[in-house]
């Protein structure tokens, strides 16, 4: 069992910057894939950004890409997102989800792989 608690959303103008910490419980973080997804009011949840259980490996969303950069750090159970260059149609709730990957050498984008998941965070980014 996996417990996810995701901060550092807000409101920001265009053109600015956060940083979202997914804080993670429970056992065998390191063992997790984490991805970071977003929910538009009306919309589906969609892909973020992933990173493997190592930290070697990331992908990313082509709307996010070169703007946004998923980070992870295995000993304080947490993963980030700094976000940069933020545009209005990044407004949403952020949530992260994690995947057991027991070491194995595939990693999804998919939202349905994913076994746990935080509560949400808020990001508005104004015009």
């Known amino acids: 069992q996996v417990q996810l608690v995701e901060s550092g959303g807000g409101l920001v103008q265009a053109g600015g910057s956060l940083r979202l910490s997914c804080a993670a419980s429970?056992?065998?973080?390191?063992?997790?894939?984490m991805g970071w997804f977003r929910q538009a009011p009306g919309k589906e949840r969609e892909f973020v950004a992933v990173?493997?259980?190592?930290?070697?490996?990331?992908l990313y969303a082509d709307s996010v890409k070169g703007r946004f950069t998923i980070s992870r750090d295995n000993a304080k159970n947490t993963v980030y997102l700094q976000m940069s260059s933020l545009k209005p149609e990044d407004t949403a709730v952020y949530y992260c989800?994690?995947?057991?990957?027991?070491?194995?050498?595939?990693?999804?984008?998919?939202?349905?792989?994913?076994?746990?998941w935080g509560q949400g965070t808020q990001v508005t980014v104004s015009s």
């Open positions: 429970g056992r065998s973080f390191s063992s997790y894939d």
């Open positions: 989800g994690a995947r057991y990957s027991g070491g194995s050498g595939y990693y999804t984008n998919l939202v349905r792989e994913y076994d746990y």
């Open positions: 990173i493997r259980w190592s930290g070697g490996n990331r």
